[in-house]
T-cell receptor, first 112, second 110 residues
Framework: DGGITQSPKYLFRKEGQNVTLSCEQNLNHDAMYWYRQDPGQGLRLIYYSQIVNDFQKGDIAEGYSVSREKKESFPLTVTSAQKNPTAFYLC???????????FGQGTRLTVV | EDQVTQSPEALRLQEGESSSLNCSYTVSGLRGLFWYRQDPGKGPEFLFTLYSAGEEKEKERLKATLTKKESFLHITAPKPEDSATYLCAVLLQGAQKLVFGQGTRLTINP
């Protein structure tokens, strides 16, 4: 079945550590996105990519980094520079020019 | 500033009690409006896309409508399994990214 797979589902990190969240899709979509969701707030865009080896900052990119070495994969690294990293992280993908985005099941990151 | 506001924040209904959720937007140029359903701890599930004022889309007990300033998600005779958070998002002219509202948490009591 085609879809978007995020792993792990739950992740715990100590303060000062970097951590990488995985996102893989087999929908053959060119565009991929990372969003952050906090309680009572809408989804906020962190980074997005429309083509391999290219990506753009979203609204809240500080403290995060991404790479897009393969069409299928768009990992997100939460660095120690992110001041408040505890949140629910969502990865999405879409066809460029078709804006309906399809989401993975999310990774809940907790800093301990 | 482009803004999307959903109301109410939370809504409790009895099974079978129809109602509407609102998504109002103030944006520089609308290319499309999207509705998603999100269950607790899960990713959003795509429901509808609306592109122009007057457009309507239906799926089971849900119907989405669009005007020049807002969209409504009408739910007719809801069932407990319709309980979820409903998210509205807009796609701006010249942009590839979605701008989301904060969501409406809908609870249907049996």
């Amino acid at each position: 079945d085609g879809g978007i797979t995020q792993s792990p589902k739950y992740l715990f990190r100590k303060e000062g550590q970097n951590v990488t969240l995985s996102c893989e899709q087999n929908l053959n979509h060119d565009a991929m996105y990372w969003y952050r969701q906090d309680p009572g707030q809408g989804l906020r865009l962190i980074y997005y990519s429309q083509i391999v080896n290219d990506f753009q900052k979203g609204d809240i990119a500080e403290g995060y980094s991404v790479s897009r070495e393969k069409k299928e994969s768009f990992p997100l690294t939460v660095t120690s520079a992110q001041k408040n990293p505890t949140a629910f992280y969502l990865c999405a993908s879409s066809i460029v020019g078709r804006p309906e985005a399809f989401f993975g099941q999310g990774t809940r990151l907790t800093v301990v | 500033e482009d803004q999307v506001t959903q109301s109410p924040e939370a809504l409790r209904l009895q099974e079978g009690e129809s109602s509407s959720l609102n998504c109002s937007y103030t944006v520089s140029g609308l290319r499309g409006l999207f509705w998603y359903r999100q269950d607790p701890g899960k990713g959003p599930e795509f429901l509808f896309t609306l592109y122009s004022a007057g457009e309507e889309k239906e799926k089971e007990r849900l119907k989405a409508t669009l005007t020049k300033k807002e969209s409504f998600l009408h739910i007719t005779a809801p069932k407990p399994e319709d309980s979820a958070t409903y998210l509205c998002a807009v796609l701006l002219q010249g942009a590839q990214k979605l701008v989301f509202g904060q969501g409406t948490r809908l609870t249907i009591n049996p």
